[in-house]
């Protein structure tokens, strides 16, 4: 992503009334092999993650 790319982004993401700087924070990690390939990997810390939403702490469904 260039720079400037970046920088919409981020003024895009922080742009709602109640959005914060950690709303544009990265969540994804992006990587490309020697053979081409693109990998994309969700962040550990990343503050949204995807999965399934009717899970209680122990990762049982409700």
Do not use: F
Not at 1 to 25: F, I, N, Y
Not at 37 to 47: G, Q
Not at 52 to 59: I, P, Q
């Amino acid at each position: 992503m260039s720079d400037q790319t970046a920088d919409d982004r981020r003024d895009q993401l922080t742009s709602a009334p109640k959005a914060t700087e950690a709303d544009a924070a990265p969540r994804i990690d992006v990587s490309t092999t020697d053979a081409g390939d693109t990998h994309i990997e969700i962040r550990d810390d990343a503050a949204v993650r995807p999965g399934r939403l009717g899970e209680d702490e122990d990762g049982a469904d409700v």
